[in-house]
Every structure is written in C-alpha cells, then in structure tokens.
T-cell receptor, first 116, second 112 residues
C-alpha cells in the first residue's frame, strides 16, 4: 500500500531535549516536505527536499533541521525544542512536476508534539 | 507571494444540505489549485484538483471550478452526509514550484 509513515504519532517532551520525527515513503517520490499545522493558520511549510541531498527552507524553518540521505526518508530534527514548537506536524511526498503539472502531495497521519 | 483565503468556519449543516466553502487566491504565476480534506485524527487527503483556468475538479460528489477572472476555487457539494464532517483546506502551488500554500482550513460538521 502506498503510504507516508511518520513516527512517533504523539510525543510529549521537555524544552531542550533533542528529538527526531521520522518520515518514510514507499512511492519512490522525489519531493518530500514537512509542514506544521496550527489553529487558524492552516499548514505552513518548514523544509522541503527536491531529491537526495537537496533540501531547502520553507516558510518557517527556524529551530528545525532536516536531512535527505536516502530517497525514502526525510527526518525532521528539533535540536533544542521550545514550547512554541508545540504543534501538529505532517510529512508529505510527491512525484514533483510531471506532465506540465504539479503532482498532488501525499500526507502522513501526523505527529502531535507537545514541548513542556 | 502566493496566498489562499478561505471561508472561516466552523460550518454546521444538516444532512442533505448544500455545502459551499469559498476560496480565493493570489499567485504570481499559473497555479494549480487543490482541495484537501482532513478527517478526525488523520492526515490530509487530496479531494480534487484543477490545473488551469475553467477546469472543474470533482470527486465524491464535491466540485470546484478554477475561475481565473475572480481568482476563486469554491468547493461545493449538493447533498452532504454525516461522513463529510471534516476540515477542508484550499491550497495552491505555482507551476514548477512544489510548495503548497494552504488556507486556514474550514471545519464542517454535518448533523444527522
């Protein structure tokens, strides 16, 4: 089954304790992205990756890191989490630009992070 | 830059009522337009899309038409069901730019 898998689904942690949220897709997609969802703000892009070893900042990258060492994985790293990073996080992937159109993004089920 | 403005909710309807969620956008290029749906506890799923002016996207009884002259992509369904209760997001991406710009989302609740 084609899917984007995120882990963990829920995490409560404390300020300053490094954490990693994993994301894996089995569709051989080139493009992957991380979003955070906050009430009244919709989804905002944190980082994205066009392919292996190619990453770039989205709209709200401060406090986050990513890596893309393999095509299927795109972990999100919070080196020193703070309470303002408490949010619902989504990973997404797509084929990118095909047939003169942007292909739809496929989303994981989300990771709810609470930073105390 | 790109932006999406959608009707604020929450919206509460009775079963079989007509649903409209307004969405307007600003974009610098020739965007593709999307509606995504998020059911409780789940990630976003693509509901429908349109890639050029006057295209109509449709799926599961929902429809939206890409109107370039009014920069709009309103979502409609003629007869909603309880199972349509969800959060609906309008989104766009410019051609060749993979980033999705989302609206704030509209929560829809359908009562039996």
């Amino acid at each position: 089954e084609a899917q984007v898998t995120q882990n963990p689904r829920y995490l409560i942690t404390v300020t300053g304790k490094k954490l990693t949220v994993t994301c894996s897709q089995n569709m051989n997609h080139e493009y992957m992205s991380w979003y955070r969802q906050d009430p009244g703000l919709g989804l905002r892009q944190i980082y994205y990756s066009m392919n292996v070893e190619v990453t770039d900042k989205g709209d709200v990258p401060e406090g986050y890191k990513v890596s893309r060492k393999e095509k299927r994985n795109f972990p999100l790293i919070l080196e020193s989490p703070s309470p303002n990073q408490t949010s619902l996080y989504f990973c997404a992937s797509s084929l990118g630009y095909r047939g003169n159109n942007n292909q739809p993004q496929h989303f994981g089920d989300g990771t709810r992070l609470s930073i105390l | 830059g790109n932006s999406v403005t959608q009707m604020e909710g929450p919206v509460t309807l009775s079963e079989e009522a007509f649903l409209t969620i307004n969405c307007t956008y600003t974009a610098t290029g020739y965007p593709s337009l999307f509606w995504y749906v998020q059911y409780p506890g789940e990630g976003l799923q693509l509901l429908l899309k349109a890639t050029k002016a006057d295209d109509k996207g449709s799926n599961k009884g929902f429809e939206a038409t890409y109107r370039k002259e009014t920069t709009s992509f309103h979502l409609e369904k003629g007869s909603v069901q309880v199972s349509d209760s969800a959060v609906y997001f309008c989104a766009l991406s410019d051609r060749g730019d993979y980033k999705l710009s989302f609206g704030a989302g509209t929560t829809v609740t359908v009562r039996a």
